[in-house]
Each structure stands twice: as C-alpha cells, then as structure tokens.
T-cell receptor, first 116, second 113 residues
Framework: SAVISQKPSRDICQRGTSLTIQCQVD?????MFWYRQQPGQSLTLIAT?????????ESGFVIDKFPISRPNLTFSTLTVSNMSPEDSSIYLC?????????????FGPGTRLTVL | DQQVKQNSPSLSVQEGRISILNCDYT??????FLWYKKYPAEGPTFLIS?????DKNEDGRFTVFLNKSAKHLSLHIVPSQPGDSAVYFC????????????FGGGTRVLVKP
C-alpha cells in the first residue's frame, strides 16, 4: 500500500475564497487522483494529476475551478477556487499501485471542507 | 448514468454471522473490481479486488464473487465483527492501470454485538 497524508484535514471557508489542499505520499507513484465526496454521495473523480503535464479533468470539472499541481512523484495539490456552499465536500487524493491484474488505488484521509 | 450500483443503502447483521454486500454494473468494459471500507472522517480503505478472469477471490474473512454474465459482484464477510461497521463501496475500472475508478453509492453496514 502507501502512506498518504493530506493537509488540511478540515477547514471552514467563506464563499468566494480559495483553498489549496496538499497530498503527500511516502513513495514515488506514477498515478495520483483527486476525488470529491459530497454529503451523502459516493466518490466522484475530479481529475488525474499527471507529473510534468497538465491534469486530466473529468466531465463537469474544469481547471479554472480546480487547478491541480503535480511538481514531483510524491506530491500534489488541489485548489478549490472561488468557493460556494455547493463545494462543501470531502476531498480525497489517491495513488495507484499496480497489483496483479489491475491498478489499486489507496486513499488519503481526506479534507473536509465546509463553505459558508 | 450510474454505471455501478449498490442497491442496498444499509445492512444490519448480528456479530458472528455473514454479511453479504451486492453490487451491479452496466459497463461491460469494466474488468477489475474493488471493494473499499470507509469509516467516518477517514479515507476509504482498500479491502479486496478481483479481476474479470476470476470468479472468486478470498482474503481472510473477505471473499468477493464475480458473476460476469449477470454483471454482478458480491462481498462476503464471515464472521462479521463490530469493527466491520462502516460504509462499503464497490468500484470498477477498465484496463490494467491508470484508469479511474467508478464507485457505487455505498452500503452502510451495522454489525450488532
């Protein structure tokens, strides 16, 4: 598996502001992902953080709203920009380790964001 | 379009008995399936996975069964323990690696002592 940490663990923010979430892994990984879990919902992929190139965003998510950095193979950040109450969610990063027939993703502890 | 579904939002089981969690998928391109457990205020924890070339995979108290023709998988937990009380997500992906996981809606399991 992998040891993954996220900062901050939680935050309460005012609408219109931005928050940057950090994800640190204890070993080099090729694939890092950012997910969102809205209240009472399942996990939805926001984007794949690619090292050395722009992130790949899923339908419904755009770079202006969720800019991502991936400066090296152990670290990534996700920024939630110009926040509104609808952005209140748990944000999770994950990394992939290839196991046997498929890639298994391991998740960080999450960042619980509340936007007022 | 919900490609992975967990139709039971909750499950209650007595300690020591079997917990059976079900998951259905619609995308026939999925070929790798995973189960995660999630406690409140924590990230999901990987439990067990199965490739589409198998129909069963076992790891300790956890067994996953895959029925490709029915596009159905299930997770069996035997025996259930109070510490198993959590939300369980199934997830599916296609390709060997580097592809996104598509998650089901989750099943909340309560194991009663």
């Amino acid at each position: 598996s992998a040891v993954i940490s996220q900062k901050p663990s939680r935050d309460i923010c005012q609408r219109g502001t931005s928050l940057t979430i950090q994800c640190q892994v204890d070993s080099q990984v090729t694939m890092m992902f950012w997910y969102r879990q809205q209240p009472g919902q399942s996990l939805t992929l926001i984007a794949t953080a690619n090292q050395g190139s722009e992130a790949t965003y899923e339908s419904g998510f755009v770079i202006d709203k969720f800019p991502i950095s991936r400066p090296n193979l152990t670290f990534s950040t996700l920024t939630v920009s110009n926040m509104s109450p609808e952005d209140s969610s748990i944000y999770l990063c994950s990394v992939e380790k290839v196991r046997g027939a498929g890639g298994t993703q391991y998740f960080g502890p999450g960042t619980r964001l509340t936007v007022l | 379009d919900q490609q992975v579904k967990q139709n039971s939002p909750s499950l209650s089981v007595q300690e020591g008995r079997i917990s059976i969690l079900n998951c259905d998928y619609t995308n026939s391109m999925f070929d790798y399936f995973l189960w995660y457990k999630k406690y409140p205020a924590e990230g999901p924890t990987f439990l067990i996975s199965i490739s589409s070339i198998k129909d069963k995979n076992e790891d300790g108290r956890f067994t996953v069964f895959l029925n490709k023709s029915a596009k159905h998988l299930s997770l069996h937990i035997v025996p259930s323990q109070p510490g198993d009380s959590a939300v369980y997500f199934c997830a599916a992906t296609r390709g060997a690696a580097g592809n996104k996981l598509t998650f089901g809606g989750g099943t909340r399991v309560l194991v009663k002592p």
